[in-house]
């Protein structure tokens, strides 16, 4: 049974009192934040106005709003009519070499103010001396005028200015004379709505307008071909139909129009296959070539042909008979109707709610995906010149990370219709958002960009949708603070398609806006999907093998047993907790320097614990998924449960000190050596009564950097690293030939510096070891297996002794280097990690191993400056050689290391008792 979703702390997630790295601050409200010296917070973005285009130039976003070409008017569907002094433009009907020579002669024999006024412009760009320059570029201007006027000239004889143009229209009609039988026909509310943004004036040269998509057209001609293909005809005239203008450049339906030119490209397909020679090509870039030379749509960019290449015809599947079929129900269910032809027997089984799949659509649904994916290819290859940004991956190709790569999330937000347009001034715009904690299951902490995409309609008719943004817009910026935050209504849809299509994560409410990207897409796609009463698209249709590729959660979402894991310790404060601050102790005291501070500590009325153990982590936005202070009776119970007999840590120094926290906590502290010259490896045992494990063994193996260089260290004699200075003692054997189930807890990263191509090729390394020996080891399969994340240190932490209110404090006191042990570099470290493990888990579908969960406590230690080693609390007789800002004194801050891996586990066993399917590590 699905669990409550977690309880969302309302005012902690509308307010801006965690601000980012930057400083972050709302003086007039928690929506209108500012950054100084920065750029601004995005405003609510006003509707566009009619006409306007979002252009992409070398991946940045311009606006050119072009005016309304109302000069005309049209009966759609028949010629439109001209006086005889006008062209349809409502231009002078003088030839182009009339109006150019016209216009030249007022320039340069006109008055002084003409030339002025046109060479102003130039003449302030030229500095004193340069005026010949100033001349040529304004006679240039004049030329590229005059140029226009010729080019416009061509645009509108069209067979009204010379008999040749007569006879070259009557030509063209002849070869497309199947879409003449559009033009009788009534036009509809969406054409009367675009017909408000048209730029330019007709289908065909001699002023027809099409009010039907193509696939209309097509199919009126090739009915009466297939009765004569009945009839024994086997020769017929090629028709070639190109798409309307409507289609081809309809800005806020993409989907419709999209599916449009896929059914106009399937029946010339189909036609061809059956020699009825019935064509198309959809021609859209000639819409634009005339207005800005910028194809901002997505149907543009479509393959022109577009591509049959993944499509195989099947017999049965498209035959005369079934193409009779097709073309018959499309026209007698109207004309805007793709998905008749597209999936003619339906996709649904209407009596039982359940996929009717076929042939037919099997071979749609590659074939779609085949040409956005060239569509994408394109658009990296030439729009976006940093695909760094944005690119296309194929799973196999997961696994070649760089240090640099940038990983992409996308929340797309629009109408879960597809029938609004903006020169609407009202529209039914159906809106429903997906609560916080979705997102932050979704999108991985280790993202560096995280883009917020809202179309114009959804902004505009939207209920919610713009508030919607930019809340998550805040809120993104405090659960992902290390990460590019981006809100941006985007009107140009190839942008949005193609961004959508090449994210490395896409996350979509309900609607058909993700419908096509998403099936684009490779892995890591969650789009929401209604399926009561009925199922909404076809996408919930798709075959299995689709279904490796993106992820189909039920709408509204449903909060899986475990999930808590994926939020706890995201986000959160510390808090002064005197009440609490006893059971935080430990039952003796931590011999040598990591208990030194402690030893050292003089309690007093005021001050009757040291201060770093009398803090308590709170969840600030889920409450319901808090970070409990472990007892033995949880652990053991949690061991139980899952069976695990052991914990094994391996890791440096970091690893050696939670050890030792979770042994004391555990009362088990005693007799743990600290001294340099003795083994640091040990082994306590830890009984659990009223268990059927009994007990279980808590054991530490230092392994500074996960790696085996054949040699076993002794004190004083490392034997790994760069310049052979840290302790690597042999793991895996232990780790293999362990007797019973076992929970894994490594870590890595603090000792390889900047040694970027040392670190992946190490981690890579560590994966594939424990698949290994998981394929060697049958048992090893259903481990426990966790990575823990990497800290930074704190610069200074003898100056600190309290807690950061947020990560605002921490961020300007961030270091790298080699003077700070390259504290810096971590962060990153651990983003490889996590989309290593994401991908391991999601994507191998051939490991041995088990599964690897996350254990990240970064968030909430970055946050503790105090509580080090050198730390203020520590006294004079606890100072060390050189000052240690790294690690921290026990008890103290790591402590809730063990708080958290508790209730990780608690959940991990809820996860895995009620078979929730795998989440990536977010």
């Known amino acids: 049974m699905p669990a409550?979703?977690?309880?969302?702390?309302?005012?902690?997630?509308?307010?801006?009192?965690?601000?980012?790295?930057?400083?972050?601050?709302?003086?007039?409200?928690?929506?209108?934040?500012?950054?100084p010296n920065t750029k601004r917070a995005p405003p609510l973005n006003p509707p566009p106005a009619p006409c306007t285009t979002s252009i992409l130039r070398n991946g940045a976003g311009y606006t050119n709003t072009y005016p309304d070409d109302n000069d005309t008017t049209s009966s759609r569907g028949r010629k439109r009519s001209s006086s005889p002094g006008s062209s349809r433009n409502g231009r002078s009907s003088l030839s182009a070499m009339e109006r150019a020579s016209k216009f030249l002669s007022t320039v340069f024999e006109g008055s002084e103010e003409t030339w002025a006024g046109i060479s102003s412009y130039h003449k302030r760009k030229s500095t004193k001396g340069h005026r010949s320059t100033a001349t040529l570029l304004t006679f240039l201007s004049l030329v590229g005028i005059a140029c226009f006027f010729l080019q416009s000239d061509i645009l509108d004889r069209n067979g009204h200015d010379e008999a040749s143009g007569e006879r070259n229209a009557e030509r063209k009609l002849k070869r497309?004379?199947?879409?003449?039988?559009?033009?009788?026909?009534?036009?509809?509310?969406?054409?009367?709505?675009?017909?408000?943004?048209?730029?330019?004036?007709?289908?065909?040269?001699?002023?027809?307008?099409?009010?039907?998509?193509?696939?209309?057209?097509?199919?009126?001609?090739?009915?009466?071909?297939?009765?004569?293909?009945?009839?024994?005809?086997?020769?017929?005239?090629?028709?070639?139909?190109?798409?309307?203008?409507?289609?081809?450049?309809?800005?806020d339906a993409p989907y419709t129009s999209v599916m449009n030119m896929m059914a106009a490209q399937l029946l010339s397909a189909a036609s061809e296959n059956l020699g009825l020679d019935v064509k198309y090509t959809h021609r859209c870039a000639k819409w634009e070539k005339f207005c800005s030379g910028n194809m901002t749509t997505i149907q543009f960019h479509l393959p022109d042909p577009i591509s049959m290449q993944s499509y195989a015809f099947q017999e049965g599947c498209v035959d005369a008979a079934a193409l009779r079929f097709i073309c018959q129900n499309s026209l007698d269910a109207g004309t805007n109707n793709p998905e008749m032809i597209l999936f003619p027997n339906s996709y649904l089984d209407s009596t039982s709610n359940t996929c009717n799949m076929q042939c037919y659509f099997l071979q749609v649904l590659p074939w779609i995906r085949t040409n956005l994916r060239i569509v994408a290819t394109e658009w990296l290859n030439t729009v976006e010149t940093r695909a760094l940004t944005?690119?296309?991956?194929?799973?196999?190709?997961?696994?070649?990370?760089?240090?640099?790569?940038?990983?992409?999330?996308v929340v797309s937000l629009s109408c879960a219709n597809d029938g609004c347009n903006m020169s609407q001034e009202s529209c039914e715009c159906i809106f429903e958002p997906l609560p916080n904690w979705v997102y932050a299951m979704n999108i991985p902490r280790s993202s560096t960009n995280v883009a917020i995409v809202v179309t114009p309609t959804c902004a505009k008719f939207g209920e919610g949708c713009t508030l919607h943004a930019q809340e998550l817009y805040h809120f993104f910026h405090r659960l992902y603070p290390r990460a590019d935050?981006?809100?941006?209504?985007?009107?140009?849809?190839?942008?949005?398609?193609?961004?959508?299509?090449t994210a490395d994560h896409l996350i979509c409410p309900p609607g058909n806006g993700c419908v096509l990207p998403a099936m684009a897409r490779d892995a890591y796609t969650y789009v929401y999907e209604k399926t009561s009463p009925t199922i909404q698209t076809w996408l919930t249709c798709i075959p299995n093998d689709y279904l490796a590729r993106l992820t189909l959660p039920v709408f509204p979402a449903l909060y899986g047993d475990g999930d808590c894991r994926h939020l706890r310790a995201r986000m959160?404060?510390?808090?002064?907790?005197?009440?609490?601050?006893?059971?935080?102790?430990?039952?003796?005291?931590?011999?040598?320097?990591?208990?030194?501070?402690?030893?050292n500590f003089v309690s007093s009325a005021e001050e009757p614990y040291r201060p770093p153990t009398s803090y308590r982590w709170d969840e600030t936005v889920w409450p319901s998924c808090p970070v409990d202070v472990l007892s033995a009776a949880d652990l053991c119970t949690a061991m139980d449960r899952l069976g695990l007999s052991r914990i094994l840590?391996?890791?440096?120094?970091?690893?050696?000190?939670?050890?030792?926290?979770?042994?004391?906590?555990?009362?088990?502290?005693?007799?743990?050596?600290?001294?340099?010259?003795?083994?640091p490896n040990f082994s306590k045992t830890i009984a659990c009564a009223g268990t059927t494990i009994g007990s279980?063994?808590?054991?530490?193996?230092?392994?500074?950097?996960?790696?085996?260089?054949?040699?076993?260290?002794?004190?004083?004699?490392?034997?790994?690293?760069?310049?052979?200075?840290?302790?690597?003692?042999?793991?895996?054997t232990d780790f293999a030939q362990y007797s019973r189930k076992q929970l894994l807890i490594v870590n890595t990263g603090y000792h390889w510096g900047n040694d970027w191509q040392g670190y992946i090729t190490n981690f890579q390394n560590i994966i594939g070891r424990i698949d290994e020996i998981s394929a060697g080891f049958a048992l090893r399969a259903n481990d426990v297996v966790m990575f823990r994340t990497s800290i930074p240190g704190h610069k200074e932490c003898h100056l600190h002794n309290g807690v950061y209110g947020h990560y605002g404090e921490y961020c300007p006191r961030i270091v790298n280097g080699a003077f700070w042990h390259w504290w810096g570099e971590l962060p990153p470290y651990n983003d490889y990690?996590?989309?290593?493990?994401?991908?391991?888990?999601?994507?191998?579908?051939?490991?041995?191993?088990?599964?690897?969960?996350?254990?990240?406590p970064w968030f909430m230690t970055i946050l503790r400056p105090d509580g080090h080693l050198s730390g203020s609390d520590a006294g004079p007789s606890c100072k060390l050689q050189t000052e240690e800002c790294l690690l921290y004194s026990l008890p103290g801050p790591v402590d809730w290391w063990n708080h958290l891996l508790v209730s990780q586990l608690k959940d991990i066993v809820l996860h895995k008792e009620s078979k929730s399917p795998m989440v990536a590590w977010r």
Request: hydrophobic share 30%.
């Open 649 to 679: 840590f391996v890791g440096d120094h970091t690893t050696m000190t939670q050890a030792v926290s979770l042994a004391s906590i555990l009362g088990q502290g005693a007799g743990i050596s600290l001294d340099p010259n003795v083994v």
């Open 390 to 409: 944005f690119w296309l991956r194929n799973a196999a190709e997961f696994s070649h990370r760089e240090k640099d790569d940038m990983e992409v999330s």
């Open 696 to 732: 279980f063994e808590l054991t530490f193996i230092r392994n500074d950097r996960l790696e085996e260089p054949g040699t076993t260290p002794s004190p004083g004699n490392p034997n790994c690293g760069q310049s052979n200075q840290q302790f690597c003692y042999p793991w895996s």
């Open 4 to 35: 409550d979703p977690p309880s969302e702390n309302e005012t902690s997630r509308r307010s801006c009192s965690d601000p980012p790295c930057d400083l972050w601050s709302c003086p007039t409200g928690y929506l209108r934040g500012s950054r």
């Open 176 to 251: 497309v004379a199947p879409q003449d039988l559009s033009n009788d026909l009534p036009p509809s509310e969406f054409l009367d709505d675009f017909d408000q943004r048209r730029r330019r004036a007709a289908d065909l040269p001699d002023g027809t307008i099409f009010d039907e998509p193509a696939h209309t057209r097509m199919c009126r001609a090739i009915l009466p071909r297939l009765d004569a293909l009945d009839a024994g005809s086997s020769a017929f005239p090629e028709a070639i139909f190109t798409e309307s203008e409507y289609v081809c450049r309809d800005p």
């Open 833 to 856: 990690a996590i989309r290593i493990i994401n991908e391991w888990n999601l994507l191998n579908t051939v490991k041995s191993g088990p599964n690897i969960e996350l254990l990240d």
């Open 485 to 501: 935050i981006t809100y941006n209504v985007i009107t140009s849809t190839s942008s949005w398609y193609m961004r959508m299509i």
């Open 572 to 599: 959160g404060s510390w808090t002064s907790d005197l009440s609490l601050a006893p059971s935080l102790q430990y039952g003796s005291p931590v011999d040598g320097y990591l208990g030194c501070a402690d030893a």
